[in-house]
């Protein structure tokens, strides 16, 4: 992960994307700001990220962690690759097996 990207955490889910670019502009130049959705309800999750232009910007704006920013006291940290997830089991399909149960009674009474 580039180490001009830093995780912005303890957001308002209203708080835009908009809103944050023009914040963080003041350390420097900002290339991009991502705010996730979540996969069933698409309201924005509480966090972002966003990248700087370059190492010295983000340093900066890295100074902020723990201040009182939107209106909540944020989380600011360099973001760090996601590992990757874990393969799903597959899962084992058992053929029930049926018995004739006439044929089974004619081989016990022979």
């Known amino acids: 992960m580039s180490d001009y990207k830093l995780y912005l955490g303890n957001l308002e889910t209203s708080t835009s ?16 700001v991502l705010i996730p959705l979540d996969r069933k309800t698409k309201v924005a999750k509480n966090y972002a990220f966003i990248t700087f232009n370059d190492e010295e910007s983000a340093k ?7 201040e009182i ?5 944020i989380s600011l940290q360099k973001a760090t690759d996601k590992p990757p997830a874990k393969p799903k089991k597959k899962r084992h399909i058992h ?15 022979d």
């Open 17 to 32: 994307q908009e809103e944050i670019k023009l914040y963080f502009e003041q350390f420097g130049s900002i290339i991009d």
């Open 60 to 66: 900066k704006a890295l100074k902020l962690d723990g």
């Open 69 to 73: 920013v939107f209106g909540q006291e």
């Open 95 to 109: 053929k029930k097996r049926t018995v004739n149960r006439a044929n089974k009674r004619n081989k016990q009474d």
